[in-house]
């Protein structure tokens, strides 16, 4: 189940000044089941009589939430690293299947760079791409042009 996918995460770094603020937007991603079930969590189970909602293919945060902006991104299926200056760069997706990352990156489009862009391939052959220009994410559609077609 779930629908395959490649991405390339292109200039994706979270500023030091910004860091603080991603990992509170992203904890609060995970504030309550009533949140989650507006952000539309694709994943659920029943616990001792009590629907409980989760992104899909995301670790749930341990208690408190998450620790470091690192850990967070992590979770979402993301590598990221702290880089000398303080900053957390995204190098690449280290999931199989698309989730709710529109999610992730809805919360944190004011924090990334307008120059970022996650570029996307389906298991179907479908292309797009995530951009963050004017601090607004974008999903844009792929348009393959073949060279002989004019």
Known sequence: MGYCIDME?????????????????????????????????GGGSWCAGKETVHYSWVTQPPEGGFQSLVEAFD???????VNDDGSVEVMHFNGEKLGNCDVLWKALEKLVPPTAEIHCRGEDGMQWKWTFKGGKFKEVAARTVWEDEG
């Open 9 to 41: 995460v292109k200039k994706l770094t979270i500023t030091k000044e910004n860091v603080s603020k991603a990992l509170e937007a992203i904890n609060a991603l995970h504030k309550d089941q009533a949140t989650m079930k507006k952000n539309g969590a």
């Open 75 to 81: 979770a979402w299926r993301y590598t990221a690293m």
